[in-house]
């Protein structure tokens, strides 16, 4: 069974860091696309940062710097390092998949795949990030 689990998520303080971890079983991360999202209160989800089967990645222009997003492929799983964290980062995190064997890639900048070219969404783990 294909499921993409979430996990790593917590409350920091401002200025923190956070590494949220994405087990993607039963699906390959060798060659398609992944991304994380996230959705605060009273928002519409967001990208965050994708990276595509070859490790190319883009960022949104808000976690520029701040936010590295990663794949283990022998171990089918998706990272985010998530440093200088600040408040208005306070949301529910998503992982997202694309189909398999999608050889997308991205231009290394800061755009994402849409949200409707994934096929895959994990449950998403809670960020919270205070004053």
């Known amino acids: 069974q294909v499921q993409l689990v979430e996990s790593g998520g917590g409350s920091v303080q401002a200025g923190g860091s956070l590494r949220l971890s994405c087990a993607a079983s039963?699906?390959?991360?060798?060659?398609?696309?992944m991304a994380w999202f996230r959705q605060a209160p009273g928002k519409e989800r967001e990208g965050v940062a994708a990276?595509?089967?070859?490790?190319?990645?883009a960022y949104d222009n808000s976690v520029k710097g701040r936010f590295t997003i990663s794949k283990d492929n022998a171990k089918s799983t998706l990272f985010l390092q998530m440093n200088s964290l600040k408040p208005e980062d306070t949301a529910i995190y998503y992982c997202?998949?694309?189909?398999?064997?999608?050889?997308?890639?991205?231009?290394?900048?800061?755009?994402?795949?849409?949200?409707?070219?994934?096929?895959?969404w994990g449950q998403g783990t809670q960020v919270t990030v205070s004053a």
């Open positions: 039963g699906y390959p991360t060798t060659n398609t696309f």
């Open positions: 990276i595509d089967y070859a490790g190319t990645t």
């Open positions: 997202a998949a694309g189909p398999a064997k999608s050889y997308l890639r991205l231009d290394g900048g800061s755009r994402l795949p849409p949200q409707p070219a994934y096929i895959r």
